[in-house]
Nanobody
Framework: QVQLVESGGGLVQPGGSLRLSCAAS????????MGWFRQAPGKEREFVLA????????RYGDSVKGRFTISRDNAKNTWYLQMNSLKPEDTAVYYC????????????????????WGQGTQVTVSS
């Protein structure tokens, strides 16, 4: 059974940084793309970042380019979302997700393209 478990959310001041983690278990993810999405109250789920588990290109959502980065630790089956220069509009529940697609695929930036999801972790950016 595949499980994705996020951690690292919390309250941070504008301009601050936060790192989210997503621990994956239940299968081998070598042919998967791992993504991050977020959802603010009253809004649709928004694509943040995605990366191939085995390496290759990273996809970025327009609103996070230059501020957020994604990385992975294959040995720990964990990938990370490093968020810098946080803004109040980054406030949302953040979800990690996995899909057996290439990160260059059209579906890599679409929530419906992903097969597995974590439970979400709240990030609040406020002074």
């Amino acid at each position: 059974q595949v499980q994705l478990v996020e951690s690292g959310g919390g309250l941070v001041q504008p301009g601050g940084s936060l790192r989210l983690s997503c621990a994956a278990s239940g299968r081998t993810f070598s042919s998967y793309t791992m993504g991050w999405f977020r959802q603010a109250p009253g809004k649709e789920r928004e694509f943040v970042l995605a990366i191939n588990w085995s390496g290759g290109s990273t996809r970025y959502g327009d609103s996070v380019k230059g501020r957020f980065t994604i990385s992975r630790d294959n040995a720990k089956n964990t990938w990370y979302l490093q968020m810098n220069s946080l803004k109040p509009e980054d406030t949302a529940v953040y979800y990690c997700a996995a899909a057996r697609i290439n990160s260059e695929s059209y579906y890599a930036t679409k929530a419906f393209g992903y097969d597995y999801w974590g439970q979400g972790t709240q990030v609040t950016v406020s002074s």
